[in-house]
């Protein structure tokens, strides 16, 4: 059983930055697909961007160009850069963790909160 454990969430104004991290139990992270997805105030939940073990790389059109996403898989993490922040960002963010047997793993999430 995968378990992922999300971090770096918060309060920023418009315009900061924030790097969510995401670590995963077990030994398949580095041959699965992780991603994050959100879940904004009275909304269903959304693709934010994902990465596959080859470094394939996917964004939601409305954060291409400020998010990054990444992988360590040296340290079983996988990171969001979020930079130019909008509060239109505001939501619960999740980590989500697809293997190759095609069954998801999800994180408890993490808070972020942009203030205008």
């Known amino acids: 059983q995968v378990q992922l454990v999300e971090s770096g969430g918060g309060l920023v104004q418009a315009g900061g930055s924030l790097r969510l991290s995401c670590v995963a139990s077990?030994?398949?992270?580095?041959?699965?697909?992780m991603g994050w997805y959100r879940q904004g105030p009275g909304k269903e939940r959304e693709l934010v961007a994902t990465?596959?073990?080859?470094?394939?790389?996917n964004y939601a059109d409305s954060v291409t160009g400020r998010f990054t996403i990444s992988r360590d898989n040296s340290k079983n993490t996988v990171y969001l850069q979020m930079n130019n922040l909008k509060p239109e960002d505001t939501a619960v963010y999740y980590c989500?963790?697809?293997?190759?047997?095609?069954?998801?793993?999800w994180g408890q999430g993490t808070l972020v909160t942009v203030s205008s």
């Open positions: 077990g030994t398949i992270f580095s041959i699965s697909t």
């Open positions: 989500n963790l697809k293997s190759r047997l095609n069954w998801n793993a």
């Open positions: 990465i596959s073990s080859g470094n394939n790389i």
